[in-house]
Every structure is written in structure tokens, then in C-alpha cells.
């Protein structure tokens, strides 16, 4: 016991070295959830996916961003000495591939009769105009293909993140449980022990009065030397679960914490029993809440827009431009009207070799994953399905555990009523006590593998336990 003695100090000097008292309340399950919720590791690693999509979204929303552009050039040797100034400014929008700009333009010196358009008034020209993509751009282009993308890559993020969640919760839920099972077997061990060593005291009495014989004795201490080593076992077992457990409880600074056995519950909580009608439900829309399905469905929206493009980019390019310009200042009075200039630019391509393989790739892509999408919803249905066949099974174990239980503990009454009366030995009464001792273990495991079953029965159904109980605790 010396061993369980010296764990039981490291784990009052782990969790006051973590800032919390030795003896604490109960540890629930909704406590572990939410501490995993916002300090496993795990998690926040997760969450850096949702902030490189922001970032992706932010680098496609940049493409709209004002461009300024600004040429100058000076020939200050030579036959015709000039200098000359053109800067402009262009927005691109979302409109129809749409962009407006607006610029000014110097022209100075003497100039060649063929650069005649070169030269401006002496304060320059300012214009200003639109540019409109007809055909090709129009409908899409790869700016907005690229800004459409990255919102649907941002919800893709948050789906890998809920996918995380909903994995860590399900292991969470299943560690606090394999430590609430390690707890109560230990319990059960220990009084099993607890008995041996005051039957041992009894029997030495009596060894000495000369009314049991001295092998009843050994016979006892054979079962208690057998009994003591279940004790180190299961204080190994209930180790070994506190240290997993501890992957998810943690302190304030995120660091693992040791949980102490005073912590334990009393038992677990009593079997549910899901209605029909429940059931029905859940396992139809199991498929819209998990987030597998969901993110093959918007990877695909993302092939799409890709197609989209690669579709437009097989068009002619038909771009009309509308820009108007003033010249000011002094200089020739030819230049001082308004101008109003109407163009239209045709660009056919020849070949669309490019744009073709990129769309025969997008269309392979969507063949793909509307396949996985397709293999996601069935798994999600065989989860579901899984896990209300091993929830019913569990059930049905834990009545027949119970049941057994019952009968092992009116057998060993009765053997020990024998025993007293003479009529029976120490061997079958240990025979009987083990039995009933196994008895206990197996309705702890039945009812262990139905919370089990329930963690992955939510995490199948896509209930986000964590977010419910941080929330919870807000």
C-alpha cells in the first residue's frame, strides 16, 4: 500500500503545484469537455486552419485592392527635349469584372508631328473612365474565382475545426470514463482485500483457541496475498487512467493535471434508453450536422467555381472601354474640348488548350468528390448505426451483469452461512467472494462500454458536446 501512498502524494503535490486544493468537488464530464474546449493543444492547433483561410480570404479580397501606377520619362539631350508624366489610378470591382480608373497626364517640350498626341497643355490632361468585360471576365473572372474560393475555404476551416472538436470530445468523454470505471473497480478490489485482512485477524484468534484449523489460515492468506496483488493492479489501472485523463483536464495555464481519486464520482449515471423516434431523427440529420459531407460538398462548390472560370476562359474577350478626358492650362486650343472615347477590344483565342485541361481538371475533381461525398453519408449512417447497436448491447449487458450480480452476492451469503455452521471451507467462501467481486467488475465494464458507446454515439451524430458544455459553464 506504501506504493498507492506515495501516488496519492504526487498527485496532492501535482494539482497544488497547479493552483487547485488537493480535495475538490466531483469531477463532471461537462468540466472536462470545456476545459478541452479552450486549452487542448490539439484544438488550438485546429484552429490555425480557420486562420489560414482568413488569411487566403484576405490575400483574394487584395486583389481588389487600388493599384497606382506612375511613368515618368525626360529626354534632356537630343533633337526633340521633352518630358513626360503619365500616373493612374484603378480600381478593380466585383461588378461584372468591371474596373474604373482615373488618371493624369504631362507632356512637355517639343515633340515630332507623328508623338503629336504625346503633348498636353501646359497643366496637363486629367481623364477618367471604365473598363467593362463583355464575354469573357464578365461572368467571372480569376480575381472573383479566387475571392469565392476563399469563402468557401473559410467554411470548410470552421468544418475541419467541428471535426476536431467533435473527435476530441468523443476521446475525452471515453478517457473520463475509462477513469470512473478504473475508480469503482478499484473500490471494488479494495474491499475484497479489506475483507481477507479482518477474516485474517478473526482466524489467527481462532488458530490460537485451537476451533479452526491452522490451514484455514493459510488458505486465507493465499487469498489475501491474491487479492492484495488485484489492488496494485487496479491502482495501475486508475494511474494509468488519470494520467490519459489528464491530456484533457488542464489548468489555467493549459498545463495536464493530475485529477485526485477524491475527485471520482460516486458511480456512473444509469442507462438511457434513446426512443425510436429519437433515433429516427438523429440518424437523419447525423449527415447535415457532421462536417465530413459538408466539407466534401464545399470542396466541390470550389471545383465548381473553378470550372466556372476555366469555362469563361474558352470565350472571346470583348472589352469596352468609356474614358473621358480635359486637358488645362495654356497650350493649343485644339485640345481644350472635352473627350469623350469609346473603345472595344476583341482578343479570340486561337487555341484554349490551357483553359481546356483546367476545366476537364475541375470536372474530374467534382467527379471525385461527389464519390467521396457520397461514401461520407453512408459512413456517417454506419456510424450512427454502429453505435446504437453497441449501445443497445451494452444495455442488455448491464441488466445481465446486474442480474448476476445479485445472484453471486445470495450465493456468497449462503456459502459463508455455511462456513459457520461447519459445513463448508474457507477455500469456496473465497471461491465465492471472487466471484462476486468479478461479478461487480463485469457490471462496471457493461455499464463503462454503454457511456463508451453514448460518447461515440454523439460524436457520430455530430453533437458538438464541447462547445455545449463550455457554453454551458459561461
Known amino acids: 500500500m506504501s506504493g498507492r501512498l506515495t501516488w496519492v502524494a504526487g498527485l496532492v503535490c501535482g494539482l497544488v503545484l497547479a493552483g487547485l486544493p488537493a480535495a475538490a468537488d466531483t469531477l463532471a464530464l461537462d468540466e472536462v469537455l470545456a476545459q478541452m474546449d479552450r486549452r487542448l493543444p490539439l484544438l488550438r492547433a485546429a484552429e490555425v486552419e480557420r486562420e489560414l483561410a482568413r488569411t487566403d480570404l484576405l490575400s483574394a479580397q487584395g486583389a481588389f485592392d487600388i493599384g497606382w501606377q506612375t511613368r515618368t520619362a525626360g529626354v534632356p539631350l537630343g533633337y526633340y527635349q521633352q518630358l513626360r508624366i503619365d500616373s493612374v489610378i484603378e480600381q478593380p470591382t466585383t461588378l461584372w469584372g468591371t474596373s474604373v480608373f482615373a488618371g493624369y497626364r504631362?507632356?512637355?517640350?517639343?515633340?515630332?508631328?507623328?508623338?503629336?498626341?504625346?503633348?498636353?497643355?501646359?497643366?496637363?490632361?486629367?481623364?477618367?473612365?471604365?473598363?467593362?468585360?463583355?464575354?469573357?471576365?464578365?461572368?467571372?473572372?480569376?480575381?472573383?474565382?479566387?475571392?469565392?474560393?476563399?469563402?468557401?475555404?473559410?467554411?470548410?476551416?470552421?468544418?475541419?475545426?467541428?471535426?476536431?472538436?467533435?473527435?476530441?470530445?468523443?476521446?475525452?468523454?471515453?478517457?473520463?470514463?475509462?477513469?470512473?470505471?478504473?475508480?469503482?473497480?478499484?473500490?471494488?478490489v479494495r474491499k475484497l482485500y479489506a475483507l481477507a485482512q479482518r477474516r485474517d485477524r478473526d482466524l489467527g484468534a481462532l488458530v490460537t483457541a485451537g476451533q479452526v484449523a491452522a490451514i484455514e489460515r493459510v488458505e486465507n492468506a493465499r487469498a489475501l496475498a491474491q487479492r492484495q496483488a488485484q489492488v496494485v493492479a487496479?491502482?495501475?489501472?486508475?494511474?494509468?487512467?488519470?494520467?490519459?485523463?489528464?491530456?484533457?483536464?488542464?489548468?489555467?495555464?493549459?498545463?495536464?493535471?493530475?485529477?485526485?481519486?477524491e475527485r471520482l464520482p460516486g458511480g456512473f449515471p444509469e442507462p438511457v434508453v434513446l426512443s425510436?423516434?429519437?433515433?429516427?431523427?438523429?440518424?437523419?440529420?447525423?449527415?447535415?450536422?457532421?462536417?465530413?459531407?459538408?466539407?466534401?460538398?464545399?470542396?466541390?462548390?470550389?471545383?465548381?467555381?473553378?470550372?466556372?472560370?476555366?469555362?469563361?476562359?474558352?470565350?472571346?474577350?470583348?472589352?469596352?472601354?468609356?474614358?473621358?478626358?480635359?486637358?488645362?492650362?495654356?497650350?493649343?486650343?485644339?485640345?481644350?474640348?472635352?473627350?469623350?472615347?469609346?473603345?472595344?477590344?476583341?482578343?479570340?483565342p486561337l487555341q484554349t488548350r490551357v483553359a481546356t485541361g483546367r476545366a476537364d481538371n475541375a470536372k474530374a475533381l467534382i467527379t471525385r468528390l461527389e464519390a467521396q461525398t457520397e461514401f461520407a453519408r453512408d459512413r456517417i449512417r454506419a456510424d450512427v448505426q454502429d453505435a446504437v447497436s453497441a449501445l443497445d448491447a451494452a444495455r442488455q449487458r448491464v441488466a445481465v451483469a446486474r442480474t448476476e450480480l445479485g445472484l453471486a452476492n445470495k450465493v456468497?451469503?449462503?456459502?459463508?452461512?455455511?462456513?459457520?455452521?461447519?459445513?463448508?471451507?474457507?477455500?469456496?467462501?473465497?471461491?465465492?467472494?471472487?466471484?462476486?467481486?468479478?461479478?461487480?467488475?463485469?457490471?462496471?465494464?457493461?455499464?463503462?462500454d454503454f457511456h463508451r458507446s453514448l460518447a461515440a454515439y454523439r460524436a457520430a451524430i455530430g453533437e458538438d458536446a464541447a462547445a455545449l458544455a463550455a457554453a454551458a459553464r459561461d
Open 276 to 348: 425510436a423516434a429519437r433515433l429516427s431523427q438523429d440518424l437523419a440529420t447525423a449527415v447535415g450536422a457532421r462536417p465530413e459531407a459538408r466539407r466534401f460538398d464545399m470542396q466541390k462548390d470550389q471545383a465548381g467555381i473553378e470550372l466556372s472560370w476555366a469555362q469563361n476562359q474558352l470565350a472571346p474577350g470583348i472589352d469596352f472601354t468609356l474614358a473621358a478626358s480635359q486637358d488645362v492650362g495654356a497650350g493649343s486650343k485644339t485640345r481644350l474640348p472635352t473627350v469623350l472615347e469609346a473603345t472595344i477590344l476583341l482578343d479570340v
Open 234 to 261: 487496479a491502482e495501475r489501472s486508475l494511474q494509468q487512467s488519470t494520467i490519459e485523463l489528464s491530456l484533457y483536464v488542464r489548468d489555467t495555464a493549459g498545463a495536464p493535471v493530475l485529477t485526485a481519486p
Open 106 to 188: 504631362l507632356g512637355a517640350g517639343s515633340f515630332a508631328d507623328y508623338d503629336g498626341k504625346l503633348v498636353t497643355n501646359d497643366l496637363g490632361e486629367w481623364r477618367a473612365g471604365v473598363k467593362v468585360p463583355l464575354w469573357r471576365n464578365g461572368p467571372i473572372d480569376r480575381r472573383r474565382a479566387n475571392l469565392a474560393r476563399a469563402e468557401v475555404g473559410l467554411s470548410v476551416a470552421d468544418l475541419t475545426v467541428l471535426q476536431q472538436r467533435l473527435e476530441l470530445s468523443r476521446t475525452a468523454a471515453q478517457r473520463y470514463w475509462d477513469w470512473v470505471a478504473a475508480g469503482r473497480r478499484q473500490q471494488v
Open 412 to 448: 456468497e451469503v449462503a456459502e459463508r452461512t455455511k462456513f459457520l455452521l461447519g459445513d463448508s471451507t474457507l477455500f469456496i467462501v473465497n471461491l465465492r467472494e471472487q466471484a462476486t467481486a468479478d461479478a461487480a467488475i463485469r457490471e462496471i465494464d457493461a455499464l463503462l
